[in-house]
């Protein structure tokens, strides 16, 4: 038996679990199926998303790196770009002249970022022997953190590639999900840290593929044309389980 101090033994206290200390310091969190309830919700709503769109494992790893700090259609000319080039293969990008893969990515924005970004995730790939199989049943975490040692490859474009490229069952946080579950209930999201809000999500969820890339799908589609920076709750089928359109 531990020894208590007078003043432990006076006021007694349990020990708190991180969620529940996470629960008390930002208000009660609803029951698990809170986001199964919007999952099916939007689901009804907006159908089957199909994301993430690409021709080929690769494609989608460079849509990926594309998509950052950009609007996804600005991420279909630059793919739209290099395919007209005839570029759109690995070893292609690893033997360009950066400047060429500049040139064909311009679309996209930051693309002297994005250039050499696409140039360090291929010679990644390359070094694997762009066995794509292989990066399928590699363990998740060491291979997120191998993408995560790559120059130019943070969290969310890691998990993007894990999550829609290769199948692995990880939750890609970005602005949308932010904006929109803190303005549901989880107010603490809005400043959460990426980490906090993906295992929120891994609790929330079996580990499930097919249902995260859905998920992140329907959050980014319901986030883009209702919960908009000035937010259309009106037409909203969340609203009545939003504490943003209640207040």
Partial sequence: MSRQT??????????QQPLEAEQEAFGSLPPRNFCAELYDRMSAAYGPQNW?????????MVGAILTQNTQWTNVEKAIR???E???LEPRKIASLPLDTVKAAIKDAGCYNQKA???KNLTAFLIEKNLDFFRLRKAETAVLRNELLGVNGIGKETADSILLYALGHPVFVVDAYTKRLFSRLRYRWMAKGSYDEIADFFHHQFPRDA??????????VFHSKYYCRVRPGCASCVLKDLCYYDQS
């Fill in 52 to 60: 993430w769109p690409g021709d080929s494992v690769y494609e989608i």
């Fill in 81 to 83: 770009s290099m395919k």
């Fill in 210 to 219: 097919v249902r995260y890339n859905e998920f992140h799908a329907l959050i």
């Fill in 116 to 118: 050499t970004r696409l």
């Fill in 85 to 87: 080039m005839g570029i």
């Fill in 6 to 15: 007078p003043e432990a033994k006076a006021a007694p206290t349990t020990r």
